[in-house]
């Protein structure tokens, strides 16, 4: 027998109130309606639900179980409510997300932790990868952002990119390197000292070599190629080795004493960091709230790293 979940709630409201106008008072329904409901119940299961000539109303044994029923069917409609909510407002779901290594493990990984901190019901997804590919997988719906450095011409025309940070990178050097206490930095004190290059992929590797050909250097050293930002961290932190990399990375990781910015201007890179999502696919809610937030702290961070050159960098 297939019975009206919406009666069986209502019998449960009327159980748990003690009369069928406090039932009804509690649904927001009428006293008449909540009757008529009740009488439909009785009539599809056959019986009387509650005792007759008694007042108050006195449940009988079958009522009872249906009401249980009946609170067990609210329950579930609403715990799917808070699902819907949740999942309408972005604070449930999953997020299939990708960026280039060096700004995930160096920026955008701590700005996620502060994410699923808020939003503790939504699941990260993240890879790692270059920009020919993590726009193919964004134009074949298994990424949903990237966060990448990128030139607006390489931007697909059915994409969206949003600036998040302005080009600019720095030479890093650990943080008591005998260079990060010298100013001004020449290039014949550059000369010395081991490179570490990135990945040989990586737009980071032609920046590299761009910015010393633009400060006069043909021949360089190189001690250490590849590798993560936390073996190129390591490194750098136990040598004099140096290399260039993002600002707002070596900012970062210069909270933990570890990593400096040299005081030696180099060109800025033609690329700016953004996010990028495919504009032909439907935006989940999850993702447009991820994107926010990210843009959000990126702005924060924009602005602490603008007072901390103008005031320590190049003081």
Not at 262 to 272: A, F, K, S, Y
Not at 280 to 303: D, T, W, Y
């Amino acid at each position: 027998m297939k019975l009206d979940p919406r009666h069986l709630e209502i019998l449960a409201a009327i159980v748990d109130q003690g009369g069928l106008t406090e039932g009804a008072v509690a649904l927001g329904k009428s006293q008449p309606s909540v009757s008529r409901s009740v009488a439909m119940l009785e009539e599809r299961v056959g019986a009387q639900l509650f005792e007759p000539q008694r007042r108050p109303l006195r449940p009988t044994e079958l009522c009872l179980a249906l009401a249980e029923a009946g609170r067990s069917i609210r329950t579930a409609n609403e715990s799917a409510s808070r699902i819907v909510a949740g999942y309408s407002s972005g604070r449930s779901g999953a997020v299939r997300i990708a960026g280039t290594p060096i700004f995930m493990d160096g920026v955008v990984s701590g700005m996620i932790a502060g994410f699923q901190s808020e939003n503790p019901d939504v699941r990260i997804d993240q890879r790692y990868g270059y920009v020919s590919e993590l726009i193919h997988r964004l134009d074949s719906d298994t990424l949903d952002l990237a966060i990448l450095p990128i030139r607006d011409s390489e931007v697909p025309e059915s994409f969206r990119f949003t600036q998040i940070l302005q080009g600019r990178n720095v030479i890093a050097s650990r943080a008591g390197h005998p260079l990060a206490r010298k100013s001004p930095v020449r290039l014949k004190d550059i000369a010395v000292y081991p490179w570490i290059a990135p990945p040989a992929d990586s737009p980071l590797y032609h920046d590299l070599r761009a910015v010393l050909f633009s400060i006069g250097m043909r021949d360089f050293k190189v001690s250490f190629t590849g590798g993560s930002l936390s073996a190129v961290t390591n490194i750098l932190s136990g040598s004099d080795a140096l290399t260039v990399l993002p600002y707002s990375v070596v900012f970062m990781l210069r909270r933990e004493n570890r990593l400096a910015a040299l005081p030696v201007r180099i060109g800025d890179p033609d690329r700016n960091l953004g996010i990028l999502v495919n504009g032909g696919v439907p935006e989940k809610p999850v993702v447009r709230r991820l994107v926010r937030f990210i843009a959000s702290e990126f702005a924060g961070l924009a602005n602490t790293i603008a007072h901390h050159e103008r005031n320590v960098l190049w003081r």
